[in-house]
């Protein structure tokens, strides 16, 4: 199943939603890219994994590269609602001390509140 993403707004804070496989090829480039113009206009972003049900490892350094822009461009990217797949394999490289991940997209969307737009 190749990705899809779809966006909406909660409370100030960009939810990307991402459904199908975040590998090597146009599925990463298609995340950087969508991603890299919001990052833009909201430095506050939310991952919501919950569809995304395999992650290579072009996924994963995507995902670091995606956190990186952020940070370098004053932004922040949290990811929420992890299948147990995405979470083991987060776990398993070691990522979950560099991204800040949440149960639920509310919890993520929450943990924004009184920080700086």
Do not use: P
Request: charged residues 20%; positive net charge; hydrophobic residues 45%.
């Amino acid at each position: 199943m190749q990705l899809k993403i779809s966006t909406r707004i909660v409370d100030a804070v960009m939810i990307v939603d991402c459904a199908g496989r975040l590998v090597f090829g146009e599925e990463s480039a298609y995340l950087r890219d969508t991603v890299k113009k919001l990052i833009v206009e909201k430095k506050r972003l939310v991952l919501n994994l919950s569809g995304v049900t395999f992650v290579d490892s072009g996924g994963l350094g995507t995902l670091v590269a995606l956190y990186t822009t952020a940070q370098n461009s004053g932004g922040r990217i949290k990811l929420a609602n992890l299948t147990q797949r995405v979470g083991d394999l987060l776990h398993l490289t070691k990522l979950v001390t560099i991204f800040e991940i949440y149960d639920s997209e509310q919890l993520a969307v929450d943990s924004y509140k009184g920080t700086a737009a």
